[in-house]
């Protein structure tokens, strides 16, 4: 019996190792995987960067007395924010809520109850979603596309729910952490020193904010900023 032996070169050895890897991962990789990666669900933190625009948000879930003085300010600096609404606040002051829209902000959906939307099933977190549009489309009759997680916590069930409504899942770049006190000038501070092109800003109605707004508002628009909606930020326009 005759036998015969083949050289193979470590190089061409290599490669078939890698080939085989590269194959079993493709083949074997968890399915959630393309949701985080490769698919089209994905929280957005930033706008393109090739203008001078940055987009404020800010979320709404309690904050009454300080709603209308942000407002003013935002009124006579011509600017115009993202208001995230949580379904039970639209219901208990629909009044408010008609005020932010009626004053040319947009409004965004913040969920119905805050909750910690990383901990629900995929059917709690379109539950949550659905009843806080429901809540605003009853209101103001327009459909929120926009989506902000209570917390800033989400799940790829998050992610996935939001996607199946169409919504964008919108995170933020710069933390005003204006909930905790932190002051005025830790506000003014965070904002102006990471300021930039595509940013987003997240605040809340809250008296440190108001107090810091008109400062922020200033400096931004003498660095030459333009300060928008999330939709408009992400448009281009």
Not at 12 to 34: D, E, G, M, N, Q
Not at 90 to 113: F, M, R
Not at 144 to 155: D, I, N, Q, R, V
Not at 166 to 189: C, E, F, Q
Request: with cysteine; proline share 4%; net charge neutral.
């Amino acid at each position: 019996m005759t036998f015969y032996t083949f050289k193979i070169s470590k190089k061409v050895l290599s490669l078939a190792v890698f080939l085989v890897l590269v194959i079993t991962w493709v083949f074997l990789k968890p399915s959630h995987y393309h949701i985080q990666v490769f698919g089209n669900y994905k929280p957005i933190y930033q706008g393109r960067d090739d203008k001078k625009v940055m987009a404020f948000t800010c979320n709404v879930a309690w904050g009454n007395e300080y709603i209308p003085s942000l407002l003013e300010i935002f009124n006579e600096k011509n600017v115009k924010a993202t208001f995230f609404i949580e379904g039970r606040w639209a219901e208990k002051y629909p009044d408010l809520l008609k005020l932010i829209y009626e004053k040319g902000h947009e409004i965004g959906n913040h969920g119905y109850s805050h909750a910690h939307h990383a901990q629900l099933s995929y059917e709690e977190n379109l539950n949550e979603i659905k009843k806080a549009e429901q809540a605003i489309e009853n209101i103001l009759g327009i459909k929120t596309t926009l989506f902000a997680p209570p917390y800033g916590e989400f799940s790829e069930l998050t992610l996935k729910a939001a996607n199946s409504m169409n919504y964008r899942l919108i995170m933020w770049t710069i933390d005003t952490i204006d909930w905790k006190k932190p002051g005025v000038d830790y506000i003014v501070n965070k904002v102006l020193s990471n300021a930039g092109n595509g940013k987003i800003v997240l605040m809340h109605p809250t008296e440190d904010t108001v107090r810091a707004m008109p400062t922020i508002i200033d400096n931004l628009h003498r660095e030459g900023f333009k300060i928008t909606t999330v939709s408009q930020l992400l448009s281009g326009e």
